[in-house]
Nanobody
Framework: QVQCVESGGGLVQPGGSLRLSCAAS????????MGWYRQAPGKQRELVAS???????DYADFVKGRFSISRDNAKNTVYLQVSSLKPEDTAVYYC???????WGQGTQVTVSS
């Protein structure tokens, strides 16, 4: 089965940064477009950023200039560098194949003073 294990979340002050990691298994990782999503309590899950097998990236408007997605195909890992964090970035962050309706535990990012 496809499995993506997220890590790297935590509690950070506004303006701070974190690097989230996602280790994938059970797939031919290098051929898929991978995405980071997030979901805050009471809100819809939303796509934050994606990265194609070629390395081409795309971002939601609300994170452009602050977040950066990357991948290491040799390690079957995708990363999300989150910077200039705002309280509204607080959410559980998930990683999966774009368009694939399966979700792991995610990693919690909490932005608070």
């Amino acid at each position: 089965q496809v499995q993506c294990v997220e890590s790297g979340g935590g509690l950070v002050q506004p303006g701070g940064s974190l690097r989230l990691s996602c280790a994938a298994s059970g797939i031919m990782f290098r051929i898929y477009t991978m995405g980071w999503y997030r979901q805050a309590p009471g809100k819809q899950r939303e796509l934050v950023a994606s990265i194609r097998s070629s390395g081409l990236t795309d971002y939601a408007d609300f994170v452009k200039g602050r977040f950066s997605i990357s991948r290491d195909n040799a390690k079957n890992t995708v990363y999300l560098q989150v910077s200039s964090l705002k309280p509204e970035d607080t959410a559980v962050y998930y990683c999966t194949i774009v368009g694939y309706d399966s979700w792991g535990q995610g990693t919690q990012v909490t932005v608070s003073s």
